[in-house]
């Protein structure tokens, strides 16, 4: 059994199908070189999450007299050799979509299929996959309304299958490795991930949708505003696998509130671009969805975007958000919308040079949902906004956090101001600067746009094409 993105041993779709067929089921896990090199940090949050979610499946498997081999290299070298190695006649493993890990993975079956060994590959990661929901053209849809109608009368139709790992754990191979590979063997140092209590492994995914469970009813109310806690905090556990997303559909489906059925949505947004991913590939080569969008004259101002990097805009909600992201890996959902608009908008940079710093720095990134909200936010995507809608990032903060309550905990030198001030601390600072309780040039630097003026370049530049 070969795992990847699904780092739990519960509810996994491969491993109930290696356990039901075998009578001694090996456990590998293979740090995948090919991708580690081309990790620009080498204090990955990414990185010592799954080496967590690891160190707890090899507790688990200990206990019951089993182990999981974690290596470091190449899998399409390594998984044949640990096959021969353990004389086993067959290979497990739940389905990767992106476009790396399937040529990686087609290649391998290739290969163990021509020294006679078999190989199982099986749906685990989305509900419903590839082309799996089609419209009554037979045609993959590009538009996420009908796609969730279909979605969710099929869900309701067929129900919703979990995978049982208990009955036939005593077919998990007595075997016992001596020590978990270190994160510096992997070329990889400890970071934040404990100081910031993030709950890791299955056990941390559980405890998050247990405490999100008692909340989900609040969760259409309270989702938009990230000085509240409203949103699950479960994208990184969807991420790396160590929670069922058929469990959380499940739980969805079975409260029927208004806040479940709105969460529930929320996942099939996370089918939607899963299967763009599958169905539409030519996105993968960073092209924009719509070809008409790739000849977008950008500015492309590297002052600027060094500012957005390092919320120093002069936008005390971008600069937050940034300060979050930079800070902690992780950015609440509207504000990686406001920050995207205010990127493409505003600053007239290619949604590209945004969607690879978030590739870096996120640690629930994932190509198909990073590309597809830059790509809905820069409106040269499937279903995005339209490219005249341009959020306004002073009307979008007082909204979103109308007391200044997110502002305040990641740009603390704006904690003086009033719920009034916060938003727009240069508008209140240029009336009276010299009772003004921030020092703007000093404390907090001035804004490096007018959002007016840009808002007409950024149409400019889109009637152009």
């Not at 001035?446 to 400019?460: G, N, W």
């Amino acid at each position: 059994m070969w795992f990847r993105r699904d780092l739990r041993l519960h509810d996994n779709h491969a491993l109930h199908h290696a356990l039901s067929q075998s009578d001694n089921v090996y456990c590998v896990f293979i740090f995948d070189k090919n991708i580690l090199n081309d990790l620009k940090s080498k204090e990955d949050q990414r990185i010592e999450f799954i080496w967590e979610a690891l160190s707890e499946m090899k507790a688990s498997l200990n206990s019951l007299s089993s182990d999981i081999t974690v290596i470091h290299g190449d899998p399409i070298h390594a998984i044949p050799l640990l096959l021969k190695k353990y004389d086993c006649e067959a290979l497990f493993f739940n389905k990767d979509y992106e476009s790396y890990a399937n040529k990686r993975d087609m290649k391998i079956v290739e290969h163990i299929q021509q020294s006679s060994a078999d190989a199982y590959q099986f749906k685990d990661t989305v509900l419903f996959e590839e082309k799996e929901i089609l419209s009554q053209a037979d045609k993959p849809y590009t538009v996420f309304s009908p796609y969730k109608n279909n979605h969710l009368a099929k869900l309701y139709q067929k129900g919703i299958t979990q995978y049982d790992c208990e009955n036939n754990k005593r077919n998990f191979a007595k075997i016992k490795i001596e020590k978990l590979l270190s994160l510096d063997s992997l070329g990889f140092t400890k970071t934040n991930l404990s100081k910031l209590a993030i709950p890791t492994g299955s056990s941390g995914g559980r405890s998050l949708l247990l405490d999100f469970e008692k909340r989900i009813d609040q969760y259409k109310l309270k989702r938009d505003y990230p000085g509240k806690k409203g949103v699950s905090y479960l994208s990184v556990h969807n991420r790396f696998g160590t929670i069922s997303i058929r469990e959380q559909a499940l739980i969805a489906i079975n409260k029927q509130s208004e806040g479940s059925l709105v969460w529930l949505n929320e996942l099939i947004w996370r089918d939607f671009y899963f299967q763009i991913l599958s169905n539409f590939p030519h996105i993968n080569d960073g092209k924009s969805f719509k070809p008409q969008f790739n000849q977008l004259r950008f500015e492309n101002n590297v002052t600027f975007f060094e500012a957005w990097k390092n919320g120093r805009t002069g936008f005390p909600i971008i600069d937050a958000a940034m300060h979050q992201l930079n800070k902690t890996g992780f950015m609440h959902n509207r504000l990686r919308m406001i920050v995207a608009s205010f990127l493409v908008k505003d600053l007239l940079i290619d949604w590209r040079w945004g969607e690879s710093y978030f590739a870096e720095k996120l640690i629930d990134f994932d190509f198909s949902a990073n590309n597809g909200g830059w790509q809905w936010a820069a409106s040269t995507g499937c279903d995005a906004q339209p490219w005249f809608r341009i959020f306004n990032p002073l009307l979008q903060s007082e909204k979103f956090d109308p007391e200044g309550l997110f502002i305040k905990k990641y740009l603390p030198q704006l904690t003086p101001l009033s719920a009034k001030e916060i938003h727009r601390p240069h508008f209140y600072y240029e009336k009276d600067p010299d009772t003004f309780k921030v020092k703007l040039g000093e404390d907090y630097p001035f804004p490096i746009v007018d959002h007016a003026i840009q808002r007409q370049k950024a149409l400019s530049m889109y009637q152009a094409t």
